[in-house]
């Protein structure tokens, strides 16, 4: 229906229609559209327009179809960007790394393997002691001494005296608890990223409040794992051999990168509010992503932007 084909009465309802609208614009951009309060509150809104154009007498076919329209954008929008609103986007520093389980391993352990078949005629240890370097460890029928080679813990020792021991069974193992280092296991595509040289940080289950730095001394294969070797020389007495540890192994720094959280990357894109705006879908093409933040290298994204995080994340 043409403008000029309506009455005053008409043109008073599209006014009045226009500034409800505008100010169900504004309660969606200025309260947080991911709170649930925001959400009744707007929702409140919509209903008193409805109820506002069912009360009139007559309104065009054309300005139904665009308030029908706008009701279910805001309905979108507030669909897909339900969560929260992030920190505003920050520039920062971002590393780049590989990532892998990695096993604490003892440079130094022994196995006692008799060359013929014996038996124990006296024990001077037993499982979990601590020995010195030279103590006896067991003496067997032949008249032979077996005695520690260097400091370390008695890790295996099944024999008793009057005991038989075989060559296939080791009859006593030594580790040297104090010399150790890691292995991490790795894909290929980050094996090929990893050199000699390069910075680890490792942390622990049990010690998350710490972290401990190595340098990568190897790269190999075995058995179609790929590995690397990390020493560290300030891990503490309570990391034990085959204990296992979270790696990363810092291949780069990218320092001034425009950082979000990586929850709130979808698709290859993410919800942004700009100031006042309601929120809308931005494509963006992420660089380094670490294990809670994603720099973001190409895409309408400024610092001072908030961004929706629709996801939940276990801590």
């Not at 499982?127 to 295996?156: C, M, R």
Request: hydrophobic share 40%; glycine share 6%; with cysteine.
């Amino acid at each position: 229906m043409p403008l000029e084909n309506l009455n005053h009465e008409d043109l008073l309802d599209l006014q009045i229609l226009g500034e409800k609208m505008s100010a169900l614009s504004a309660t969606k951009t200025n309260e947080n559209p991911m709170h649930n309060t925001s959400k009744v509150t707007t929702l409140d809104h919509i209903r008193a327009v409805i109820e506002w154009i069912s009360s009139r007498r007559v309104l065009s076919t054309f300005m139904a179809l665009l308030l029908v329209g706008v009701l279910l954008g805001i309905h979108f929008v507030m669909g897909v960007t339900s969560g929260q609103l992030s920190d505003p986007v920050q520039r920062g520093k971002i590393i780049d790394a590989v990532y892998g389980i990695g096993t604490v391993t003892a440079n130094r352990r022994l196995s006692f393997n008799p060359l013929t078949a014996n038996t124990v005629r006296r024990s001077f240890v037993k499982e979990g002691d601590l020995v010195k370097k030279g103590k006896p460890l067991i003496e067997t029928d032949d008249g032979s001494i077996h005695v520690a080679p260097f400091d370390g813990v008695v890790n295996y020792f099944p024999y008793r005296a009057g005991e038989n021991t075989y060559t296939t069974v080791p009859m006593i193992i030594l580790t040297d608890m104090s010399d150790r280092y890691i292995v991490v296991s790795m894909e290929q595509q980050g094996a090929l990223r990893v050199k000699v040289g390069q910075t680890a940080r490792l942390s622990f289950d049990s010690l998350r409040q710490t972290t401990f730095e190595g340098k990568v001394s190897a790269v190999y294969s075995y058995n179609s794992n790929f590995l690397a070797r990390i020493d560290s020389v300030n891990l503490p007495d309570s990391v034990l051999p085959d204990m296992t540890c979270d790696v990363a192994i810092v291949i780069g720094v990218h320092e001034n990168a425009l950082l979000i959280p990586i929850v709130a990357f979808d698709n290859g894109r993410v919800w942004v509010k700009r100031g006042r705006r309601l929120p809308h879908a931005v494509p963006v093409k992420l660089g380094v992503i670490d294990s809670s933040m994603a720099e973001v290298v190409d895409g309408d994204l400024q610092t001072g932007d908030q961004v929706a995080i629709r996801k939940q994340v276990n801590p």
